[in-house]
């Protein structure tokens, strides 16, 4: 069987989730090859029987074999082969071949289908049209007939209260008069309403207590009466039961057991404490601060029983990571009818020390491993805190502006980190009315030292922060930075053009083609620039050489500009708000959309405080140059289900970065770079743009980006996977900076056709834990190309990019 396909009223079924009704399915295909059957129809499944009745009809080529190589050997090629058998076999699909007793059960799959749609008379019809090459094509015949809609709704509650908390909730019902009949609506409505008795004190409600039915006789109409009937609650006392009506249940004790475990569950409780209606127990010494414990407890005392603080008091609990994940919440109904709740969790060990190696990649670094050695110390302030102690190193694939490219690991990192984090906002104001407990708080105070070796120029990072963050809602998150200053020290500034090399052989080829002879005494013997910055001070004092070489004379200029930002010695002060929407229900749920807004300031509000200096120069802060901007970001990403393993992906960011108070540029760390493999893939890093330029320089940066891509992911066989792509965007600059050139400068709309465009294919593999990935990129449209006609000028595997990332770009 090679296809499947369904006719719904003579016209062909529209949407993919119908098929999946089917019992039987065709090999998946791939741009219509099935690639799966190709990979097991390489294997033979007899391989061995066959394999040994060869030698047998050959006897001369098994001597032959075994003149040539030893009996282990022989043996060797033999299990070699076999494993390739085995491999093509488990990684492929054996050919589906046609079953007619799973075209009748799909022919009922899909008539019951369209009667849960309101398709009451539904008739379906499978045939087979036989191809050639003994395929089958399996063609399923729908007539609907006319649906059934809904006439009246009738309601009947028995319980007065519930009646009370369903006509407060109607609004948001899912089955409604005038709309056709759907079962799956109906099953969701039983659900929402499960949710709102539940979350109103109505603890004993469940499925069992409400169904829906449908009187049809009025045929002739196509309408029918839908009922709702909700009962009372049942109760099983000895061998009989009886109902009552439900009441709202409240929880008067909340119980918190805080160190249980299967082992001490029968020792004796030595210590407890009472804190703002909640009831602490400890088989020894009480480690938690009951005061900072409630604060993860959403369970309120003397409230309506609520699902929603069921699951949010285990889900913060959990999260505060010094409890084993395994939370249990019970509750017991007390003589008077309320409720008790009791919670038993289980602490970590006080400390712990984890050994990381992990495989990553980024615009900047390529590709690198990385080891990480932590010390995690838990309550260490009685009140859940975590202070985490790490030692991280690095070894780097970093192929730009090194000064030793030859070996594939030509960078590395160090340094260690101080974290500690906090299950609460920790500030002197109380912040409860604003961010309250529910919204589960968090504030993490860190400091971090670090050396980069060959990562552009030797660099000595110092960083220190305090930031919040808090959900709003389920979907819904924010992180506020108060202060994350960091302190940027440059090392090996004399080693500047030996490290870009590019530069100083750009500086090299003016002064050969373009310096008279006499003027040479720049270069050595060999043609190499003695003094690189006393040449560049020349060019740009010399008006005769601008006029005669204003192409050259820009060169220059821009070196000049590029170092003094990447030497320069920074301090930036950042605060930053970060707002995220994110409606993903869960890991497997691939429809659903997420956006990102954030605003960084840095150096705005510290510069109050410092005086500003007589000259032009940037204000300092002991010392060192303060970096001064505004940086707006938006980034949106919407994922489209296609198939539960097809998704389209769009993404699109755009992000400036404004020169603010003494500061006429941004630093490099904190400017943009287009290319790379989470960016435009079918250029390199830093070697996109700005502008329509084609920067010879070794790093190219911008202060506004806009980047777009489009990204269509599908499942090949078993953990692999694989993706068609285009991506667009480029860097420009919008600082007043009289050094860029007008061909990197941001014009507005007149700035679009500068948008670089590239696509490509990708190959990914899955192994759960993180997804490899291969990406091809192929330039598809090159602002910067002299030519008319930009498009498609390389777009070929001589200049395509081959990127190698771990999990997915966006």
Known sequence: MYKNKIIVNEKKAAKEEIYSYLKQSPNTKILGIPLSLHIYNLANPNYKLAFDSYLKRHPKMENTL?????????????????????????????????DSAKMEKSALALRRYYQSKGYFNTEVHAETDIKPVKKAEVIYNVTTHEPYYIDSLFVNINTPILDSIYKQNTAKTLVKKGERVDYAKMEQEEQRLISVFRNNGIYHFGNSNMEFWLDTLNTDSHKADVYLKIYNRAI???????????????????????????????????????????????????????????????????GVYKDTERNLTRQYLR??????????????????????????????????????????????????????VGWSVRNIFRGAEVLELSFQGSFLNSSKDVSDNSRFFN??????????????????????????????????????????KNIGLDRRNITGGINYNWQSNKYTNHTFDLLNIQYIKNLRVSNYFEIYGSERRILENIIKNYIPPQD?????????????????????????????????????KEIKERYNILKEDYMVPVMSYTYNLNTQESFTDNEFFSFTGRLISSGNITSLLIKKPSNNESKKMFGVSLAQYIKPELEYKKYFHITSSNTL????????????????????????????????????????????????????????????????????FNNFHSALFIDAGNIWDITNSNQSTTDT??????????????????????????????????????PYLLSKNKWFKNYNFNHAVYNIGINYPF
């Open 66 to 98: 075994n003149s040539i190589f030893s009996e282990k050997q022989v043996k060797g090629m033999d299990n070699a082969y076999e494993s390739f058998n085995k491999w093509f076999l488990k990684n492929g699909n054996p050919p589906v071949l046609l």
């Open 236 to 302: 099983e006392k000895d061998d009989s039961v009886y109902t009552k009506p439900f009441e709202i249940k409240r929880v008067t004790n909340v119980n918190v057991f805080t160190d249980f475990s299967f082992a001490n569950k029968d020792l004796p409780i030595k210590d407890s404490a009472f804190y703002n209606g909640y009831m602490f127990y400890a088989t020894n010494k009480l480690s938690y601060n009951p005061k900072y414990l409630s604060n993860a407890i959403i369970i309120t005392p003397g």
């Open 319 to 372: 999260e505060l990571q010094n409890f084993n994940p395994g939370v249990d919440i019970k509750y017991i109904e007390n003589n008077d009818g309320s409720l008790m709740a009791n919670i038993y969790v289980s602490p970590l060990k006080k400390q712990s020390l984890s050994f990381d190696l992990d495989v990553n990649t980024s615009n900047i670094k390529p590709f690198g491993i990385s080891g990480r």
């Open 411 to 452: 960078a590395w990192e160090a340094g260690t980190t101080a974290n500690l984090r906090i299950p609460r906002i920790f500030f002197p104001l109380k912040t409860n009315a604003i961010i309250p407990k529910k919204m589960n708080p968090k504030t993490n105070l860190s400091v971090s030292v670090s050396l980069q």
């Open 520 to 556: 040479i005494t720049w270069v050595n013997e060999n043609g190499k620039l003695i003094a690189p910055l006393s040449y560049i001070n020349y060019v740009l004092d010399n008006s005769t050489f601008e006029s005669q070489y204003p192409s050259q004379y820009n060169d220059v």
């Open 649 to 716: 992906v769009f993404r699109t960011f755009l992000g400036a970065a404004f020169p603010a108070g003494t500061s006429n540029y941004i630093p490099f760390s904190r400017s943009y770079s287009a290319g790379g493999s989470n960016d435009v893939r079918a250029w390199n890093t830093f070697k996109l743009g700005p502008g329509s330029t084609k920067n010879r320089l070794e790093f190219n940066v911008g202060s506004f980006k806009l980047t777009s891509n489009l990204e269509y992911r599908f499942k090949l």
């Open 745 to 782: 400068k941001f014009k507005g709309l007149n700035s679009i056709k500068e948008i670089a465009v590239g696509s490509g294919l990708g190959l990914r593999y899955d192994f759960t834990f993180l997804v490899l990935r291969f990406d091809i990129g192929l330039k598809t449209y090159e």
